[in-house]
């Protein structure tokens, strides 16, 4: 990456408001999820990191959120009540509390998982071959440079969207 090509503000721009767009075609999706399992986008994004992470700590979900430790506890105090997720104590270090998800958990994530598929292949079949290889090129290029930034800008979230303290 190193040296960011030369592009237009405008490119820059429709980009941006494309790319959002997209991103709202899922809102549907997204909604039925959250009034089925009553859960909050914070809610979702930690049972797919305990998902993809077996006994993550509750430091480790807080530093991948980018929230407060009280802040995850919370989430996954609710996720408890909801047998989604479970609480472990570590064997080799008693200090530890590892986290899982329940089976109930595990479906949740595979049906939200299959739901998600099935709703994006059934748009994306819709495409002619050509623009879909565009996007394909389009969606690396941009996971690419999001690799990136995040190494040379680690804090951008917080620089984009400062909080109100």
Do not use: Y
């Not at 408001?17 to 809610?43: I, N």
């Not at 104590?89 to 998600?116: I, K, P």
Request: charged share 25%; aromatic share 4%; proline share 4%.
């Amino acid at each position: 990456m190193g040296q960011a090509p030369v592009t237009s503000e405008h490119a820059v721009d429709s980009a941006v408001r494309l790319l959002g767009e997209s991103m709202a075609t899922f809102d549907p999706l997204r909604f039925r999820a959250w009034a089925e399992l009553g859960l909050t986008t914070a809610q979702l994004r930690v049972l797919f990191l305990t998902r993809e992470t077996p006994g993550v700590t509750a430091g480790e979900l807080a530093t991948r959120l980018s929230v407060t430790p009280p802040t995850i506890s919370g989430i996954v105090d609710r996720l408890v009540k909801l047998d989604l997720m479970r609480r472990e104590d570590d064997e080799s270090d008693r200090r530890l509390v590892r986290n899982h998800l329940t089976a109930h958990g595990e479906q949740a994530c595979g049906r939200l998982e299959r739901g998600n598929e099935v709703f994006t292949r059934r748009i994306l079949i819709e495409m002619n071959h050509v623009d879909l290889e565009a996007l394909i090129r389009g969606l690396k290029a941009f996971i690419a440079a999001s690799r990136f930034v995040s190494q040379v800008e680690p804090n951008l979230a917080i620089v984009a969207m400062p909080g109100s303290n």
